[in-house]
């Protein structure tokens, strides 16, 4: 890994004006970095700020967010310093997005080799003539089989991970060296979250880019990533080692976090954390964290924490961090589960139930054939 930052935020700060003309804050002092290669999770609460700090990543606010300071650094050029030509020139390029609903990023109405040749035409440096060859290699690099099928396709006729792939796949296209991954397991069963993560670890050995996960899934997070950003109300409180941040974080809300993961070894529910983030500008001193702490003392209100190293945690932004570590994981401790007797009547069978997006030709409807592109559902047999 290089010295240098590949991916460099300092400082940086996004807000939008109220009706009242005043500055309500989205994100804080944002001090963030990724290093070429490196594999980093950006984590927190729904409205913590971890969207907003990816797309601000490659220079791009949704409408009616501004930069109140700070500046983003992609090696030696200032993104925010860039013309609207000078960016487009870049996103896509050297610093790519994967959405979170890949399905609704596809034109419906373009079939999936048509999606990633345009994706070629506009971010890769290859001549036009190797864009057909280059997007089967695309295809075939993010696992999908038989890639001159899938090219033929609409992403209607893909299923949630197949469509998943395909975004991949284009993002790739520019061979970036920054890939931003907004949720990408969401909506997605489990097994195929492991596929599609697996391959994104892949990717990331074999071709050496960085990528930022944005994910409220820890366990996603503890899967791919080598280093943990845990954002709340719009500021970095907790960062660290995967493995230092996960297994023993010295914050209470990452604390928290890891408390209100449901396990399997445990009955009902966990508890969730009390209370709810502050409302954007609703903090003006002390600790954000405040209102919801356990460990809470009049400092906390009064005087903003500063972001400092922990033996073992890296970097905290708490008054009392060595003592949030003694904070029971309660939600990590293994307890007996309890099942009841599994019913013995049959509620539902499925024999050898097959199913294809495709229709059989006319020669092969007369001969009683199956079409000859692959089912999607072969021979299913369940109860």
Aim: aromatic share 4%; net charge neutral; with cysteine.
């Amino acid at each position: 890994m290089s010295d240098a930052p590949l991916l460099q935020i300092r400082d940086l700060s996004v807000g939008f004006a109220s009706r009242a003309g005043s500055m309500l804050s989205v994100l804080r002092n944002i001090d963030f970095r990724v290093f070429r290669g490196e594999t980093v999770g950006l984590v927190g609460e729904s409205g913590s700020g971890k969207s907003t700090l990816a797309l601000a990543a490659m220079a791009y606010l949704k409408p009616g967010l501004q930069v109140t300071g700070g500046s983003v650094h992609l090696s030696d050029i200032d993104l925010l310093a860039l013309d609207r030509q000078g960016i487009e020139a870049l996103r896509g390029g050297r610093i790519a997005l994967v959405p979170q609903n890949a399905g609704q990023a596809l034109t419906p109405t373009l079939r999936i080799g048509r999606q990633i040749i345009e994706a070629l035409a506009l971010h890769s440096w290859r001549p036009v003539q190797e864009h057909p060859g280059r997007m089967l290699q695309l295809l075939a690099q993010v696992r999908l089989p038989q890639p001159e099928l899938i090219a033929q396709r609409y992403p209607h006729e893909l299923s949630g991970g197949q469509q998943q792939r395909v975004a991949i796949a284009m993002a790739l296209a520019g061979e970036p060296e920054v890939l931003l991954l907004d949720e990408p397991t969401t909506g997605l069963d489990v097994t195929t979250q492991a596929h599609i993560l697996d391959l994104l670890r892949s990717i990331n050995r074999q071709t050496g880019t960085a990528m930022v996960y944005v994910s409220h899934d820890l366990g996603a997070i503890a899967r791919v990533c080598e280093r943990v950003v845990v954002l709340y109300a719009g500021e970095v409180v907790l960062e660290g080692s995967t493995r230092h941040v996960l297994l023993d974080p010295a914050h209470p809300y990452a604390r928290g976090l890891l408390a209100s993961i449901p396990r399997l070894s445990r009955q009902g529910l966990p508890a969730a954390l009390a209370g709810r983030p502050p409302a954007p500008g609703a903090v003006q001193a002390g600790c954000a964290f405040a209102d919801r702490c356990e460990l809470v003392e009049t400092d906390c209100r009064s005087r903003r924490p500063e972001l400092v190293p922990v033996p073992g945690a890296a970097l905290s932004r708490c008054h009392r961090a060595a003592e949030s570590r003694r904070i029971p994981l309660d939600g990590l401790q293994d307890r007996p589960a309890q099942s009841g007797e599994p019913g013995v009547a049959r509620a539902l069978r499925l024999d050898a139930v097959s199913l294809s997006y495709a229709r059989p030709t006319l020669f092969e409807q007369l001969l009683g054939r199956p079409p000859s592109v692959p089912a999607t559902v072969d021979r299913v047999a369940l109860e």
